[in-house]
Antibody, heavy 121, light 113 residues
Framework: EVQLVQSGAEMKKPGESLRISCKGS????????ISWVRQMPGKGLEWMGR????????NYSPSFQGHVTISVDKSISTAYLQWRSLKASDTAMYYC??????????????WGQGTTVTVSS | DFVMTQSPDSLAASLGERATINCKSS????????????LAWYQQKPGQPPRLLIS???TRESGVPDRFSGSGSGTDFTLTISSLQAEDVAVYYC?????????FGQGTKVEIK
């Protein structure tokens, strides 16, 4: 079964760092880009950025550039989303998602279950 | 950035009725070299991740009921649910993947009247 399994919920304080993960299985991990999508409480979907799982090339939405880092460890089929200094406004559900087209762009047909991040003092 | 605008923000229809959601892009998402529209539709039910329903504006994903259909080209697109079922209650999003940053519409909430 093709799936993306994300790490568990996190509760952090402002200024703390965090890395959440997304492990792919059931398919050739390096054949597809991985994206990260944010959903703030009660709000819509926001694309944060994506990473080429073969060479770790990444690109970001300007809204998130410089505040988060997307990385990958292809040896363990895992992508990461990382913050160096969290803000309360980072409180949200974060999803990883895989494109449907091998080595190309397309709709995102496989989604992780989501990771809830809560940032509060 | 591409701005995706959906209408309406919400709709309520009776079981078995047709439901139509519109999505307008601020720029074309039609790639002339391959004549493909880089537009997807997603369904999100409460407490669940989004589910891809349609890609390339009109290609239904495997397992998606045929009451869901997508149409349109260029900047104007439509998702149609031909006969609304109780399990279709959800928020629906359009998304362009023509260029980064990929962008979503604000979502349309579909309810049963």
């Amino acid at each position: 079964e093709v799936q993306l399994v994300q790490s568990g919920a996190e509760m952090k304080k402002p200024g703390e760092s965090l890395r959440i993960s997304c492990k792919g299985s059931g398919y050739s991990f390096t054949s597809y880009w991985i994206s990260w999508v944010r959903q703030m409480p009660g709000k819509g979907l926001e694309w944060m950025g994506r990473i080429d799982t073969t060479d770790s090339y990444s690109n970001y939405s300007p809204s998130f550039q410089g505040h988060v880092t997307i990385s990958v460890d292809k040896s363990i089929s895992t992508a990461y989303l990382q913050w160096r200094s969290l803000k309360a406004s980072d409180t949200a559900m974060y999803y990883c998602a895989r494109g449907d087209v091998v080595r190309g762009v397309g709709g995102m047909g496989v989604w992780g279950q989501g990771t809830t991040v809560t940032v509060s003092s | 950035d591409f701005v995706m605008t959906q209408s309406p923000d919400s709709l309520a229809a009776s079981l078995g009725e047709r439901a139509t959601i519109n999505c307008k892009s601020s720029q074309t998402v039609l790639y002339m070299s391959n004549n493909k529209n880089y537009l997807a539709w997603y369904q999100q039910k409460p407490g669940q991740p989004p589910r891809l329903l349609i890609s390339w504006a009109s290609t239904r994903e495997s397992g998606v009921p045929d009451r869901f259909s997508g149409s349109g080209s260029g900047t104007d697109f439509t998702l149609t649910i031909s006969s609304l079922q109780a399990e279709d209650v959800a928020v629906y999003y359009c998304q362009q993947y023509y260029t980064t940053p990929w962008t979503f519409g604000q979502g349309t909430k579909v309810e049963i009247k």
